[in-house]
């Protein structure tokens, strides 16, 4: 109960704050859009910029950590979108997305602040690995198998460069990009800078959670119950459970072990639903997996926390 109180309720407050600010008109739908954005685009890339260029790559890029996690990770792809075309007899672009919605923890809104809340600043270092990856695999494998459904055939350089500038125009992934440039040439930015992208950095979190909460009150759910009840299976307890039977098989240690459990217990997140609105399939399933997801793992997510070492 004490793990529920102190490091996750705090988180989900913050969240529902933001919906019960739109919902009763205290803070207007386009105001939310514009923090989205802010978050998105500027805030958190400054917070992935500032812990990348700062890490220690050598000690926190386990090959254990990111096995165990990505190809978790990957397995809950393929359930999700074999599952929505098999059992529930979609088409395969909308099985594509919705097997997006399996593949895309909230590794940063959600991830990041649970984990410090849980195990302190420290533990984050293991996160940003696995965040440092997370949008050009997640992205990677998502718009490849997207573009494939969509252009049955053999590999062309048009489906190639469709992807790479998919993928390349998202803020984070050039954040990250730029992070790790600075880390691996030790170069180190002025002290007034350094300043400035600390500030950006310490509102980046709050003002995400805030975001995201106005974002969910514009989500409604509308049928497709079943390939959402998949999803939400898939993401909270399937996902998670994959990646402390891999961590362990490669004896992951206890720190990179927890973040990997507990980043891969997420909720899905927004992307998923910028994923499916970017191909225009699936977006109900894609929008309510994320309400409910988000809604349900307040349980799962604290019954992780009594489970991991």
Known sequence: MQALLDVILPVFLVIGFGYLSVWRKWFP?????????????IAIPCLLF???????????????????????AFICFLLGMFGARYVFK?????????????????????????????????ALAS???????????????????????????????????????????????????????????????????SDAL????RVALPTALFAMGGVLYQYRPEGDMRPIAMVVVITLLVHPALVWVFGNT?????????????????????????????????????????LFSTAVSILTVWGWLHVIP
């Open 29 to 41: 739908i386009s105001g939310v859009d514009g923090l989205m954005k802010f978050t998105q685009n």
């Open 50 to 72: 500032k812990a990348l260029s700062e890490l220690d790559l050598g000690q926190s890029f386990d090959w254990r950590l990111l096995t165990s996690f990505y190809s978790g």
């Open 90 to 122: 979609r088409d395969w672009q909308d099985s594509v997305a919705i097997g997006f919605c399996c593949l895309f923890s909230n590794s940063v809104m959600l991830g990041l602040a649970i984990t410090e809340r849980a195990y302190g600043a420290a």
């Open 127 to 193: 996160n940003f690995a696995i965040v440092a990856m997370h949008a050009p695999f997640c992205y990677g494998v998502g718009i490849t198998a997207m573009e494939i459904a969509r252009n049955p055939g053999p590999l062309s350089w048009r489906l190639i460069e469709t992807i790479l500038k998919a993928m390349f125009n998202n803020a984070l992934l050039i954040a990250i990009l730029l992070g790790l440039f600075f880390n691996l040439f030790s170069i180190s930015l002025p002290t007034v800078a």
């Open 198 to 201: 600390a500030m950006m950095t």
């Open 250 to 290: 490669l004896n992951l240690t206890t720190g990179p072990f927890r973040s990997a459990v507990l980043t891969s217990a997420m909720a899905p997140g927004i992307n998923t639903y910028v994923f499916a609105n970017m191909y225009n399939r699936a977006k109900r399933v894609a929008a309510s997996g994320v």
